[in-house]
């Protein structure tokens, strides 16, 4: 069973930074891709980050610059460097796992961390 943990959210003041983690079962290159999605309260649940298992990044245009995705293949572990944190920033971040098998492909996700960004 996959599972996925999510660490590190909380609250932080504009222009601080935050670093998420997310500790998968498994190696983590038995997904094909792995990433990060947020949602903020009446909005739907977007792409922050994405990365495959050959190493191609994917970020939300908006966040280029700001958010840098990464993993440790040692630790089984997504990361996520969140800098100059603004207050739209502010969601519930879920970690991804997505995995293409015979019977067609996965979605599996975390159960989320807060991020709060104050003003």
């Known amino acids: 069973q996959v599972q996925l943990v999510e660490f590190g959210g909380g609250l932080v003041q504009t222009g601080g930074s935050l670093t998420l983690s997310c500790a998968a079962s498994g190696s983590i290159f038995s997904y094909n891709t792995m990433g990060w999605y947020r949602q903020a309260p009446g909005k739907q649940r977007e792409l922050v980050a994405s990365?495959?298992?050959?190493?191609?990044?994917n970020y939300a245009d908006s966040l280029k610059g700001r958010f840098t995705i990464s993993r440790d293949s040692a630790k089984n572990t997504l990361y996520l460097q969140m800098n100059s944190l603004k207050p739209e920033d502010t969601a519930m971040y879920y970690c991804?796992?997505?995995?293409?098998?015979?019977?067609?492909?996965?979605?599996?996700w975390g159960q989320g961390t807060q991020v709060t960004v104050s003003s």
């Open positions: 990365i495959t298992s050959t190493g191609w990044k």
């Open positions: 991804n796992a997505r995995k293409g098998m015979v019977t067609g492909t996965y979605d599996y």
